[in-house]
């Protein structure tokens, strides 16, 4: 059975950072790509990053190009993301995902149960 949670969310000032990280378990965690998404009150969830099985590729969403990093540990079974340079429309819940294949174009099958960012202006 796969696990997937989520940790360091919390509140933060616009301009400040945040690490999110994922634990996973259940799955040969170097086998599948891993992403996290995110839900903002009022929008659909949304994707934000990928991370293929070796982490040697990766992907993000235009509106967190150069301000979020994906990266894991594949030691470790987990997976973090980086928030540099938060605005505060990057408030949301956060969720973190394993894919069902090892590169970045992977679907996603399982997911955490989110934790909250919330960028104050």
């Known amino acids: 059975q796969v696990q997937l949670v989520e940790s360091g969310g919390g509140l933060v000032q616009a301009g400040g950072s945040l690490r999110l990280s994922c634990a996973a378990s259940?799955?040969?965690?170097?086998?599948?790509?891993m992403g996290w998404f995110r839900k903002a009150p009022g929008k659909e969830r949304g994707f934000v990053a990928v991370i293929s099985g070796n982490g040697a590729s990766t992907r993000y969403a235009d509106s967190v190009q150069g301000r979020f990093t994906i990266s894991r540990d594949n030691a470790k079974n987990t997976v973090y993301l980086q928030m540099d340079s938060l605005k505060p429309e990057d408030t949301a819940l956060y969720y973190c995902a394993q894919g069902l294949g090892y590169y970045t174009t992977a679907a996603f099958g399982y997911w955490g149960q989110g934790t909250q960012v919330t960028v104050s202006s």
């Open positions: 259940g799955r040969a965690f170097n086998s599948y790509a």
